[in-house]
């Protein structure tokens, strides 16, 4: 896209085979980008691509995180596929997601961060916690 960042994926240890075309990482990071600032990061235990651009498929213990001037999101699940040229993920695994004002549990997550879209698939439970109210002078 005009020579724009879009994304980042690094990891401290990588194994590329050139017989089939996998990479194999340790301890993933992959960064989608928006109008070149960070706009979601996910780190796994481990991680998977076959070839390059394509899917990446982030395993066990699945951390997405969004930072933006006033909070932080944060979303646990595992087994995470990602789509880095259209900036989409996808997962049909339990997902946690944890904010100040709650949290939501489900199983399997949508996402598309083109339009700042998450969809959770099914069996979706939440709770909010109030703000403290303030005493009255």
């Known amino acids: 896209e005009a020579g724009r960042l879009n994304y ?4 401290p240890h990588m194994d590329y085979f ?36 394509n899917e990446v498929l982030l395993q066990g213990e699945v951390h997405i995180t969004r930072e933006d001037f006033e909070s932080q999101t944060d979303i646990v699940t595992t087994n995470l596929r990602v789509f880095p040229k259209s900036k989409k993920i996808h997962t049909e695994d339990a997902v946690q997601i944890i904010d100040p004002s709650g949290s939501v549990s489900a199983v399997g997550l949508e996402a598309d961060f083109n339009n700042d879209r998450l969809q959770l698939l099914s069996d979706v439970k939440s709770q909010y916690l109030p703000i403290a109210a303030k005493p009255e002078k």
Do not use: C, I
């Not at 340790?26 to 928006?34: L, N």
């Open 8 to 11: 980042t994926l690094s990891a």
């Open 18 to 53: 050139v017989d089939n075309n996998v990479t194999l990482m340790t301890a993933p990071h992959f960064e989608f980008y928006q109008n070149t600032e960070s706009q979601w990061l996910m780190r796994a235990e481990k991680g998977h691509m076959q070839g390059v651009d």
